[in-house]
């Protein structure tokens, strides 16, 4: 069964991208990844941005990042279930220790950086 984690990445002052959580879904030999502004939460819509994959290393890793860019934190992980899969949009039901239920991540239509995630129970 496919992993995922929620890091809460703290960026320095000045940093590029602001504190944000990074959302990480197991696929194959990656973590599909987004910048999320604020933990998800059941019934609530977040903004987000999809990054570059990043290394199955993640699922377990806290501490710093390289090149100075912060550093990063467990607030959640645990197992998911692919529900659908396609080029704009992910659907899982995520089984962690705090989120629960069906997460959905979508692709703003205006802009294809921007994404938005829910939860719902």
Known sequence: MPRFVVLLHETPPGYVRPTHYDLMLEQGE?????????????????????????????????????????????????????????????????????LRGTLVIEQDSSDAQRWRVSLSG
């Open 30 to 98: 990656v973590l599909l990844t987004w910048a999320v502004d604020q933990l998800p939460q059941a019934g609530e819509t977040r903004a987000a941005e999809r990054l570059p994959d990043h290394r199955p290393f993640y699922l377990d890793y806290e501490g710093p990042v390289s090149g100075n860019r912060g550093t990063v934190k467990c607030v959640d992980r645990g197992d998911f279930d692919w529900v659908s899969q396609t080029p704009g949009r992910f659907e899982a039901r995520i089984s962690g220790e705090k």
